[in-house]
């Protein structure tokens, strides 16, 4: 859970852009069914034992290779900006693993449709202080095996999404 607590205070108070990126589209990241929410990673549920009024905690179909399920937060609309969890707080870029085992970040493919920083990434650059922040928080994150393990799923699923969006251009 400390690692938690470390990383989450890297980016406390930083956003993508140098402005609040939610007013470009009204808080769509924020917007969805009783079905949509955000990936947690390895351990971070443990932030969220309280009961809470603002989100519900679910098993994802995700699970790494020593059985454990990887956990789905889903939110209501709103929520206390210091309780956000790591994927909420680097949206709409997620870590991967590159060729060589290294960490770099990259657009989650996942948010296209949802975040004009994706879809419209001509008009809004992503902040390179908020990159450098990304690296400070998963430093320590990437320390543990199930991070590393679960920021590998996550590459497969990038890399997966990027073919499928090459073969429907092509």
């Given at each position: 859970?400390?690692?938690?607590?470390?990383?989450?205070?890297?980016?406390?108070?930083?956003?993508?852009?140098?402005?609040?990126?939610?007013?470009?589209?009204?808080?769509?990241?924020?917007?969805?069914?009783?079905?949509?929410?955000?990936?947690?990673?390895?351990?971070?549920?443990?932030?969220?034992?309280?009961?809470?009024?603002?989100?519900?905690?679910r098993d994802s179909h995700?699970?790494?290779?020593?059985?454990?399920?990887?956990?789905?937060?889903?939110?209501?609309?709103?929520?206390?900006?210091?309780?956000?969890?790591?994927?909420?707080?680097?949206?709409?870029?997620?870590?991967?693993?590159?060729?060589?085992?290294?960490?770099?970040?990259?657009?989650?493919?996942?948010?296209?449709?949802?975040?004009?920083?994706?879809?419209?990434?001509?008009?809004?650059?992503?902040?390179?202080?908020?990159?450098?922040?990304?690296?400070?928080?998963?430093?320590?994150?990437?320390?543990?095996?199930?991070?590393?393990?679960?920021?590998?799923?996550?590459?497969?699923?990038?890399?997966?999404?990027?073919?499928?969006?090459?073969?429907?251009?092509?």
């Amino acid at each position: 859970m400390f690692i938690y607590k470390k990383a989450w205070k890297h980016l406390e108070s930083i956003t993508p852009l140098r402005t609040d990126c939610g007013t470009l589209c009204d808080r769509a990241c924020c917007k969805g069914s009783d079905q949509d929410g955000m990936l947690l990673f390895p351990g971070e549920e443990a932030m969220y034992q309280a009961v809470e009024k603002d989100f519900s905690i679910r098993d994802s179909h995700i699970r790494l290779s020593d059985g454990t399920p990887v956990k789905l937060l889903v939110c209501r609309g709103s929520c206390d900006r210091k309780k956000r969890p790591l994927s909420c707080r680097i949206f709409p870029v997620i870590p991967q693993i590159d060729g060589q085992g290294c960490l770099a970040f990259a657009p989650d493919l996942r948010a296209a449709a949802v975040c004009p920083l994706l879809y419209r990434a001509d008009r809004h650059v992503i902040s390179p202080v908020f990159i450098d922040a990304l690296y400070s928080a998963f430093e320590v994150l990437v320390e543990d095996a199930r991070v590393v393990e679960f920021i590998e799923i996550l590459t497969r699923q990038n890399q997966d999404i990027a073919a499928d969006l090459e073969r429907f251009y092509e």
